[in-house]
């Protein structure tokens, strides 16, 4: 069940893991075919139906540790935060949105080398995470492995900005129809899920955009890159509206369900932890 005492750091630390290794490795081969489908180069090119786990080895170094980040800083702030009750929704976005800045640290590069993987962005000279890594290393050095930071950060903003105070409500406003008791890890997953998926949904274009910048291979230090309005612009201009929401019924599918896994697994984690 859900608990009504503020989880430690370290509770919070092992619960986001579990949960963001969880959900990654279960739902990986819808957010490959998500990938493809947003790729300039066209779903078939990109690799179609092919190889769909391709690009799941930087997942497995990555979730675990941008996951446990994440509610760390979470679950920190929103039991800190000076700010009165009444007011809950501001603390959660505020709560989430530092929680995702710092999760992006780790999960930037990790979301670099796996779309690249996903989509053959470097044909057969880097088949493996191991050998895009290297590559990306090798040409873009250390700045390489954080392209698309800004738009990430700019991407999950907003979406965890929708998703976590209307989980939170939902939990609330649950608990409270159930005589104010604690949630089942099964109905606050419910909770995830719905609330996942709208925020999902609503945030596809800036996902469309996170994901060109990613696979844009060009040296900025050579050639003047467009800005992110640019190629929105240029995407809008070029493709119409449909290429902005290239990928809506995967990404909303596979953040829907894994709002429900990555959730679940977190207060099922939780609650087994504080009874210890």
């Not at 819808?30 to 391709?54: E, M």
């Not at 099964?186 to 800036?206: H, N």
């Not at 493709?239 to 709002?259: D, Y």
Request: charge should be positive.
């Amino acid at each position: 069940m859900t608990t009504t005492h503020a989880p430690t750091f370290y509770q919070s630390l092992v619960a986001g893991g579990m949960a963001g290794t969880a959900v990654d490795l279960l739902f990986f081969p819808i957010d490959t075919i998500k990938t493809r489908l947003q790729s300039s180069q066209g779903f078939v090119k990109a690799g179609g139906f092919r190889g769909i786990y391709r690009g799941i080895g930087s997942v497995v170094v990555g979730s675990a540790p941008g996951a446990a980040i994440f509610f760390c800083t979470y679950d920190t702030l929103k039991h800190n935060l000076p700010i009165s009750s009444h007011l809950a929704p501001i603390t959660h976005m505020l709560s989430a949105s530092a929680g995702e800045v710092a999760a992006c640290l780790i999960r930037v590069p990790t979301e670099v080398i796996k779309t690249r993987t996903q989509t053959s962005t470097y044909g057969k000279l880097a088949q493996s995470s191991y050998g895009a890594a290297r590559l990306v290393l090798a040409n873009e050095g250390i700045r390489g492995f954080y392209r698309g930071f800004g738009i990430t950060v700019m991407r999950e903003i907003p979406f965890t900005s929708l998703q976590f105070p209307m989980y939170e409500l939902m939990k609330l406003q649950l608990s409270k129809s159930l005589g104010n008791r604690p949630l089942h890890a099964y109905e606050a997953a419910v909770c995830g899920s719905i609330a996942g998926g709208i925020a999902a949904a609503l945030t596809t274009p800036l996902d469309v955009l996170k994901t060109r910048v990613m696979l844009d291979l060009r040296d900025p230090n050579h050639q003047k890159l467009p800005s992110l309005p640019a190629r929105f612009t240029q995407i809008y201009t070029n493709e119409g509206l449909k290429a902005l929401f290239a990928g809506v019924v995967p990404r909303t599918m596979w953040i829907s369900a894994g709002g429900a896994v990555f959730l679940g697994v977190y207060e099922w984690a939780i609650g087994t932890l504080v009874t210890w």
